[in-house]
């Protein structure tokens, strides 16, 4: 399923009405929307003490990470075809592309604890993901 989101994706970025720059841009803030949807659907678990449903959130947790990742990449096809020469959007980018490798090494359990717990502390963190979603409005000049 997933090869096959790349794929639809990947049409879409280059048959987009609009040009390259502007159809990657588009299709990575789709990725990215629906690759965070896990964080609302898992607050909402927490707060009504949801039962039974622990295997939908392991599936929905390896949505969250691959898509995640296809946004990352698409937001770096993104920057490479488009005229980057704001440092807004380049903070946003890095600290998208730290959250995602964080996100990687949490989930293959990468071994050093330190660097464990300290990646974990970083990527959960709702500070990060907040400066990264500011930095890009920032970046696109939405303010």
């Known amino acids: ?3 096959c989101l790349v794929v639809l994706a990947a ?3 280059y048959v987009s009405d609009y040009n390259l ?6 299709l990575s803030m ?4 629906a690759a965070n ?3 609302p659907a898992k607050r909402i678990r927490l707060r009504y003490n949801l039962k039974k449903v622990q ?3 392991d599936r929905l947790l390896v949505f969250h990470i691959w ?4 946004a990352f990449v698409v937001a770096c096809i993104h920057c490479y075809v488009s005229l980057w020469s704001n440092n807004w959007l380049i903070l946003a980018l890095v600290i998208m592309g730290w959250l995602t490798v964080g996100g990687f090494l949490m989930w293959i359990k990468f071994k050093p604890g330190k660097v464990k717990k300290g990646m974990y502390i970083l990527h959960t963190q709702q500070a990060l ?3 990264m979603v500011f930095a890009m409005l920032k970046g696109h000049y939405v303010f």
């Open 1 to 3: 399923m997933l090869i």
């Open 30 to 33: 789709v990725l990215f929307l």
């Open 67 to 70: 898509t995640n990742t296809s």
């Open 21 to 26: 720059a502007t159809g990657t841009g588009n």
């Open 129 to 131: 993901f907040f400066v």
């Open 37 to 39: 949807i896990y964080f």
């Open 11 to 13: 049409v879409y970025a």
């Open 55 to 57: 295997d939908h959130f």
